[in-house]
């Protein structure tokens, strides 16, 4: 077969030809002794670190103009101790409400309660003793049956517990729920049942758990009835928080609540298939922006958290 001749191809100026990156966009050396808004200044303007840059605009916007920025996790965060930036982000006023799943009650109680958690799920296992801890199970399944009883819900519930615990609790001011109990935050639970430790204990009462869930169910649809021109970010959870998301904003759009105009953004360190369509695409997709930020959450959220302090400041 005869070779195709390229004496012939016709070629274009590169001064004419479209390009993406632009020397103006590249990364500039970080100073010694210089500001971490310098630092964030010089990442390129490129991919994923101008998207990083935009999700810190978005949210300083966002709450300079008095609209929500509420956070929805796993536990996975408070297991690798973000909760101290969390608390000081909530203290700041740049978070403004919080949703988790059941496991993070758990994880949240045992640092107040003891100073540490996360077993070796393994080892305790083969013994039969996995996430059996007495303590965890009396304290937490009281405090939502407590309650349930005074029309509380069960983020709520567990917030005035330990808030409240005194001696009980050294470390409450390491504990997520206490500081929005403290700080009137809506704070909700998204409970699966037979996911959570606490499912297993005698103490445990399946109606009264899903009825305080079902209570956040309904507050966190609330919260999202207002999220027009806020921002939903969605820390680590690949399957509960995105589903629960897209239900409760389903609720508030049905009822008539303009939520069209709004910033979602997914952290994880895998972009799984639930929060790319629950939390990103379906969501915007008549309006409003989503980033997909990629990464360890010991390191991406400390990035952005130091971010978010000093843009706020500016």
Same mark, same amino acid.
């Given at each position: ?9 016709k070629t274009v100026p590169l001064a004419g030809r479209k390009s993406r990156v632009e020397i103006d966009l590249t990364a ?88 540490? @958690? ?90 009264l758990t899903g009825e305080a869930t079902f209570r956040d169910f309904r507050l966190f649809a609330s919260v999202l009835a ?57 969501? @915007? ?30």
């Amino acid at each position: 077969m005869k070779k195709l001749d390229l004496k012939k191809i016709k070629t274009v100026p590169l001064a004419g030809r479209k390009s993406r990156v632009e020397i103006d966009l590249t990364a500039k050396p970080v100073q010694a002794g210089s500001r971490f808004s310098d630092f964030l200044q010089n990442l390129p303007g490129l991919l994923a670190a101008r998207d990083f840059k935009a999700v810190v605009e978005k949210i300083t916007t966002a709450r300079r103009k008095g609209r929500p920025v509420v956070l929805g996790m796993g536990a996975h965060p408070i297991k690798v101790g973000l909760s101290p930036l969390i608390i000081d982000l909530m203290r700041r006023g740049i978070i403004t409400a919080v949703a988790t799943n059941g496991a993070a009650i758990v994880h949240d109680f045992e640092l107040a309660f003891i100073g540490r @958690t996360s077993e070796d799920v393994a080892e305790e296992l083969c013994k039969g003793t996995f996430g059996m801890a007495r303590e965890t199970g009396v304290y937490l399944n009281r405090a939502i049956r407590d309650g349930v009883k005074d029309g509380l819900g069960l983020g709520e519930s567990v917030g005035r517990a330990i808030s409240r615990g005194q001696k009980r609790f050294p470390n409450k001011d390491k504990s997520i729920f206490a500081q929005g109990y403290a700080q009137k935050i809506p704070m909700t639970v998204h409970v699966t049942m037979g996911a959570d430790i606490i499912h297993m204990h005698p103490s445990a009462d399946g109606a009264l758990t899903g009825e305080a869930t079902f209570r956040d169910f309904r507050l966190f649809a609330s919260v999202l009835a207002g999220l027009e021109e806020g921002v939903y970010i969605n820390l680590g959870s690949a399957v509960v928080l995105p589903e629960v998301f897209l239900k409760a904003l389903t609720i508030a759009r049905n009822l008539g609540h303009r939520t069209e105009n709004i910033t979602t953004v997914n952290m994880d360190f895998i972009q799984h298939y639930r929060p790319s369509e629950n939390v990103l695409r379906r969501p @915007t997709l008549r309006g409003g922006a989503s980033y997909a930020l990629t990464g360890h959450h010991e390191i991406m959220f400390p990035l952005l958290a130091a971010a978010l302090v000093e843009s706020m400041e500016k």
